[in-house]
């Protein structure tokens, strides 16, 4: 075994000895019961289920960024009333605390993975609070099972695991950690959007990688997805040495993003929270392509209140006075149910469902809320905010978003392109929004038909197949035909090669997390729009993925052979 594939998620090389990252949780015996004394008991389970609450917030408060909104949602799941009632009335039967904690959390975990989508992406999360819990319960096992990642080695390393907690990454040592290796996970995990945070190359889905023993040197291409296990001296030097230009360029690299020959090309920043914006800033964001909002709506029994939603848009806008702000409306659905609605009748395929726009169709006071929140925000300000609608299908659902918009006083409205059907047909949306945002994680789930949480079809979903290529190509086309602004939002624009093929289709501006963005603005700087073309038609012309990355980069010499 001298080599492992997986995705890559996290551009850049990393190289050092592998370090196992283990978590034993004991697994409590079936049907182990406690003393008799329930309450005693139930005391037990809530004073550890709020200090695994608690260490999360802490370590995310110190974390900031990315990974305190990942953890502050993970210390809800922790504090949840309808997990804390299972627990108590399971203890009540006679469970011990360990195992009314862990059949509680299997419920759970068995209903947002059959609900699939954004809940099943989750199901990791929970896993952890789970066995953090169970640790804290069983303390033999906490003092004899875990393998503690924030322990100090002084040698970069390379860090291997069957998945890595967020509440485990945001307390990793800076700079000790050369590369991630996931056996699971997908391009939209968290480990995935963590490790991008930092700025630390991963691969997921890297089968095999927990085989790979404590102490081998590995070199990780974030980029291609590959693992070399023990390579030659040499090949690790050729592998810096092409690293080193892409690393060094950035520094001297400034400002808006553009093409060697002065093509804009737009760079902005994916946030969820207001917290965000700092990153964003000061990677250099030129405004922020895509402000989730539904960290304003999940985890809460009431819709928050119009104020509430103003004070969280406003300082996001006031952040880029001389750029723009695009906010996508709330994208809930059956695979994000909100606790204030009724509950949604039960789909057997949720992603395909009532999600997104159609949502806001069923229960238009939600949407209308939010627009009016988000126009008394901008008011005044000379930032330029433009809203956008999720998981837009047709015409006449895009008509119906944008009178919803005019009628609250907002200029500037547009539509997400994540089903096949309106990237087909963007000439006729085109016709009636202001502009377009491509979401390239769903267009590929959909265009592909792969649930983009199965890291086993990870390979399925690459945005570098000629396939989602036509797509993107026909969006940008419509778009500029008809004068609009077309961008991509997916985490396919933090690639720093496909960024140029994208830019090369006619895509006017590209937003990520924060942290791709100095690689990408360098790879535009260093190549003419005519070079983006021409390797935006080679790759299409590719019959695969694999094909047409490599067709692509040797079209794009500054990039160099990695």
Known sequence: MDR???????PGVGYGPVRRL???????????????????????AAAALEQVAADLEERGAKAGGVAHEILSAQAMMAR?????ASVHELIGDGLSAARAVYDSFAVFREAITRAGGYFAERAADLDDVRDRAILLLDVLAADEGTDDPARRTGVPYVLVARDIAPADAAVLPPGEVAAFVIEEGGPTSHTAILARAMGVPAVVACSGATRLPEGTPVLVDGTAGEVRVAPPEREVARARARAGPRTARPSRVRGPGRTADGRAVELLANIGTPRDVEAALGCGAEGVGLYRTEFLFMDRRSEPGPDEQRDAYRPVLEAFPEGRVV?????????????????PEEEPNPALGRRGLRLHEAHPRILENQLDALARAASGLPARLQVMAPMVATVEGAEWFVRACRTTGLTSAGVMIE???????????????????????DLAQYAFAADRQLGALHAVQDPWHPALLDLVALVADAGERAGLECGVCGEAAADPALACVLAGLGVSSLSMTPTALSEVRAA????????????????????????????A?????????G
């Open 4 to 10: 492992l594939a997986g995705a890559g998620v996290s």
């Open 22 to 44: 283990v978590k034993r949780a004991p697994v409590p015996q079936r049907g182990a019961r406690h003393g008799g004394d329930a309450d005693a008991e139930r005391a037990r």
């Open 80 to 84: 949840d009333p309808d997990l804390s």
């Open 327 to 343: 906010v996508r409306t709330l994208d809930a659905g059956a695979d994000k149910p909100l606790a204030f609605l009724p509950p």
């Open 419 to 441: 089903v096949p059907a309106a990237a087909v047909r963007a000439r006729d949306l085109a016709t009636v929004v202001d502009f377009f945002s491509i979401g390239t994680n």
């Open 524 to 551: 535009l700087a260093g190549h003419t729009f005519d070079r983006c073309r021409a390797a935006a038609e080679a790759a299409r012309a590719a019959r695969t993925a694999a094909e047409a990355r490599a067709a």
């Open 553 to 561: 980069r040797a079209m794009l010499p500054a990039l160099g052979d």
